[in-house]
């Protein structure tokens, strides 16, 4: 899954949802589940994902959903491999875009 989101510092948890196109629920279901997501809480209480969030929520997003992953499947999965599907995970994204890059140099011959 490709996510599109500008470069920030902080990601509300509307553009989480949006970018990742689920509900806000499930977002703060799996932020309770995970101990890799520590978003942090503005004044309002409202979380606020960083970047490393994100990409753990990419993760958790292929594993879940993608890969069919039971959620104490995929919170195994993490604890025993996290650098070894990390590092599978960042080859697939890499992957991914190069196959966006060349569909549109494809598209523009």
Do not use: C
Request: charged share 30%.
């Amino acid at each position: 899954m490709h996510i599109n989101l500008p470069e920030k510092l902080y990601y509300s948890m509307g553009e989480i949802a949006k970018a990742f196109n689920v509900n806000q629920s499930l977002i703060r279901f799996w932020d309770k589940e995970f101990d890799i997501l520590k978003p942090k809480k503005n004044a309002k209480g409202n979380r606020m994902f960083t970047p490393e969030d994100v990409k753990n929520l990419q993760l958790i997003y292929h594993l879940v959903k993608e890969r069919g992953f039971t959620l104490e499947g995929a919170k195994i999965h993490l604890k025993e491999g996290q650098k070894k599907t990390l590092d599978k995970f960042e080859i697939i994204k890499k992957l991914e875009n190069i196959k966006i890059q060349l569909t549109n140099i494809k598209n523009e011959l």
